[in-house]
């Protein structure tokens, strides 16, 4: 993660989405998971919205990703987003894009917004509708129990198989002039059959046009949430929603004195919960951090990285502790991207294992106590370009296939 | 797999490449490997060859892989092939192909036959160098005790670390006039660090031409080998060579009376190959077929079957009989294939479980029954198309996690 000093922001103690000003949120458990886990959360602000969106690109995507695609095209003023757990509301066909826009519906009822400034999301089970009575009950609960410290109940709300809330909140400026940028998100824990769903719904008190909101929180998530990948599977409900209630009265324009710093402090926020997600990825025992330097593209470094975090055979090495270069080079090869293979160099942190796409002579002892870290970097230089990326992943291990198999013992 | 007539051919007992009149060979132990298994062979005909082949398209492709594909280039009538296992001889550089050349060049000493008739093919470790010597000495022992029943020690030393021998040869034809086809494999066992190939030979003794020839193993590779994975990693040192030495002077010509069973036996023997890789995968407790129906493109409905066969999450639903469909659709949609979600059936063997999209009410005990099979069929019609594509994958176990991990327990 980049070095970040207090002039760029301040991480705020305990800080989540409801730490900006003038957002408020609130969670229950309405009945739609069978545990008495919170399922149901309102994520609200009274002032109009700059909002914008990024959403999975599986052609089966969900009916509420469909539904947010669809409310975006009419308004971008997003006052409300009603997040429920427990069911997805993926492959439900037509009832499934009804309760989506009914959920909306009675949302609008209950917290006097119109349905236009209204957004839903779900992630569960695949295949079921939605029980609307409870959703119903669940929405009128929290409609009238919004609260300024919510954020971290809504955190809560939206996880599925999660072991914890993934929050935080920045503070950008001085004491006379500041605003705010606060995420909560939920990863792919999957203990439950066909729960896969990475949510990240981020808050802020800047004024900004929504062109400009788009293109900043596309690079972000492309930074990101596009970076990480616990096993290549990609869900039907992905989305990551940014509101921008304007409330500081600071406006981010391109080469405005804010700018910078709200684009580092939106990246900083998205990187800080995407590395969440990873470090609770299913089974998950280390984090992988692969850097693809001087690539001819950053799509074609991006797509290395995501080659080799992707082979399980590197996976269970990295799992068992043991430095398979040739797995690597393996996944690599296994592309049709741009690299000359006798060019390569490979790192483990800074040891040089391949140089010039053969074995460099390591110390063998030093390889050995690196891998044992919880954390591992590989560093790949293609010496082809000068593109850089990286991905974030974790190793695949026994619990990954316990977990996902709900093997009987 | 189709169904076979005995009119179209004869499966033989105990069948291999040397059950195909004018084909010898040996192997033996010259101690690349640590135990004291069989790790050199020689596969060796005095007749002139039309030979072809097909390999690994991996960037890192290993030095042997290399020299094959330049000695190709020079002749098509290959007499002998050197095949050594414990040590790839890839990500080794100049001093790999060196060892590779060597390698011919002591085998033709040692045969008498030209090096330029001469193929090289290793599987092993990768980057570690062949250790020449030995190499020498195994080729010289190979070459003075080549046997016409040697072919199913063969099968043996290209093993590393597959559970068995995987080998079969047919004969076409009647008491009158008559042709065989023969081959042997190796698949994609690694419980030592970075050993992933597939290696194929395959013996005929019809006469045909090298174009031909190149046409119909390319297609018969497309149909066997390219449609399995275990976990969508590939080697560096991939290949599948056949030699045709027209010992039973019949030439194969297209349209000629034996083109077609030639070619559906060839298809056979290499299909057949490809499930014996498959049952013999790492870790695998069941054997899956993936059969995508009537999409617009072959290469669609292929592309879509692989997104399957290569889901972690699906994979461990299988291996914990818990039929997940939604891993599927999951799969299927994070594609950039073409197909209408809303079209879409799948089924369980011939049980309907999602039509049109959307989950079909099934006999849950049904399911469950047919869940427990060793071998699981997964049926996707896409009503999008007239094209089909079958692959052959397995699930994903704690043993697989075990193998390729090097877990110390």
Same mark, same amino acid.
């Given at each position: 993660?980049?070095?970040?000093?207090?002039?760029?922001?301040?991480?705020?103690?305990?800080?989540?989405?409801?730490?900006?000003?003038?957002?408020?949120?609130?969670?229950?458990?309405? +009945?739609?998971?069978?545990?008495?886990?919170?399922?149901?959360?309102?994520?609200?602000?009274?002032?109009?919205?700059?909002?914008?969106?990024?959403?999975?690109?599986?052609?089966?995507?969900?009916?509420?990703?469909?539904?947010?695609?669809?409310?975006?095209?009419? *308004?971008?003023? !997003?006052?409300? !987003?009603?997040?429920? *757990?427990?069911?997805?509301?993926?492959?439900?066909?037509?009832?499934?894009?009804?309760?989506?826009?009914?959920?909306?519906?009675?949302?609008?009822?209950?917290?006097?917004?119109?349905?236009?400034?209204?957004?839903?999301?779900?992630?569960?089970?695949?295949?079921?509708?939605?029980?609307?009575?409870?959703?119903?009950?669940?929405?009128?609960?929290?409609?009238?129990?919004?609260?300024?410290? +919510?954020?971290?109940?809504?955190?809560?709300?939206?996880? %599925?198989?999660?072991?914890?809330?993934?929050?935080?909140?920045?503070?950008?400026?001085?004491?006379?002039?500041?605003?705010?940028?606060?995420? @909560?998100?939920?990863?792919?824990?999957?203990?439950?059959?066909?729960?896969? %769903?990475?949510?990240?719904?981020?808050?802020?008190?800047?004024?900004?046009?929504?062109?400009?909101?788009?293109?900043?929180?596309?690079?972000?998530?492309?930074?990101?949430?596009?970076?990480? %990948?616990?096993?290549?599977?990609?869900?039907?409900?992905?989305?990551?929603?940014?509101?921008?209630? +304007?409330?500081?009265?600071?406006? !981010?324009?391109?080469?405005?004195?804010?700018?910078?710093?709200?684009?580092?402090?939106?990246?900083?926020?998205?990187?800080?919960?995407?590395?969440?997600?990873?470090?609770?990825?299913?089974?998950?025992?280390?984090?992988?951090?692969?850097?693809?330097?001087?690539?001819?593209?950053?799509?074609?470094?991006?797509? !290395?990285?995501?080659?080799?975090?992707?082979?399980?055979?590197?996976? %269970?090495?990295?799992?068992?502790?043991?430095?398979?270069? +040739?797995?690597?080079?393996?996944?690599?090869? *296994?592309?049709?991207?741009?690299?000359?293979?006798?060019?390569?160099?490979?790192?483990?942190?800074?040891?040089?294992?391949?140089?010039?796409?053969?074995?460099?002579?390591?110390?063998?002892?030093?390889?050995?106590?690196?891998?044992?870290?919880?954390?591992?970097?590989?560093? @790949?230089?293609?010496?082809?370009?000068?593109?850089?990326? *990286?991905?974030?992943?974790?190793?695949?291990?026994?619990?990954?296939?316990?977990?996902?198999?709900?093997?009987?013992?």
């Amino acid at each position: 993660m980049q070095n970040i000093s207090e002039n760029d922001f301040k991480i705020l103690f305990n800080g989540t989405i409801t730490s900006v000003p003038e957002f408020y949120a609130s969670a229950t458990h309405c +009945g739609i998971k069978k545990s008495n886990k919170d399922d149901i959360c309102v994520i609200y602000t009274p002032l109009n919205t700059v909002s914008s969106a990024v959403f999975t690109t599986n052609k089966f995507s969900a009916a509420p990703v469909e539904v947010c695609k669809e409310q975006l095209k009419h *308004s971008r003023d !997003i006052k409300a !987003i009603i997040v429920n *757990s427990g069911i997805a509301n993926a492959c439900t066909g037509k009832q499934g894009y009804d309760n989506a826009f009914k959920t909306i519906e009675i949302a609008s009822k209950c917290l006097n917004v119109s349905q236009s400034n209204i957004l839903v999301s779900s992630t569960g089970v695949i295949g079921k509708n939605l029980p609307m009575e409870k959703v119903a009950s669940g929405i009128d609960f929290c409609s009238n129990n919004l609260k300024k410290d +919510g954020g971290h109940a809504a955190a809560g709300a939206i996880l %599925t198989t999660d072991k914890y809330e993934k929050e935080i909140a920045v503070k950008i400026g001085d004491e006379n002039s500041n605003f705010f940028i606060g995420g @909560i998100a939920k990863g792919s824990g999957m203990i439950e059959p066909n729960m896969a %769903t990475m949510l990240c719904f981020v808050t802020t008190n800047v004024a900004i046009s929504p062109e400009l909101l788009d293109d900043l929180l596309k690079e972000s998530v492309m930074e990101s949430f596009n970076s990480i %990948t616990i096993d290549g599977c990609q869900s039907t409900n992905d989305m990551v929603v940014i509101q921008a209630n +304007g409330q500081s009265r600071i406006e !981010i324009k391109k080469n405005s004195t804010y700018f910078l710093k709200f684009k580092k402090a939106l990246d900083y926020v998205l990187k800080f919960l995407a590395k969440q997600i990873v470090k609770d990825g299913e089974g998950a025992t280390k984090m992988i951090n692969i850097n693809v330097r001087n690539a001819k593209t950053k799509l074609d470094a991006k797509n !290395i990285g995501l080659k080799v975090a992707n082979s399980n055979l590197f996976k %269970t090495a990295i799992f068992g502790e043991d430095l398979n270069w +040739g797995r690597i080079t393996a996944a690599m090869g *296994s592309s049709d991207l741009h690299f000359i293979p006798e060019k390569v160099d490979i790192y483990l942190f800074d040891v040089a294992i391949v140089k010039n796409g053969l074995e460099f002579l390591y110390d063998e002892k030093l390889v050995e106590d690196f891998m044992k870290k919880d954390e591992i970097d590989i560093n @790949i230089d293609l010496k082809y370009g000068d593109c850089h990326a *990286s991905i974030m992943t974790t190793d695949l291990s026994y619990e990954y296939v316990k977990i996902n198999s709900k093997y009987r013992t």
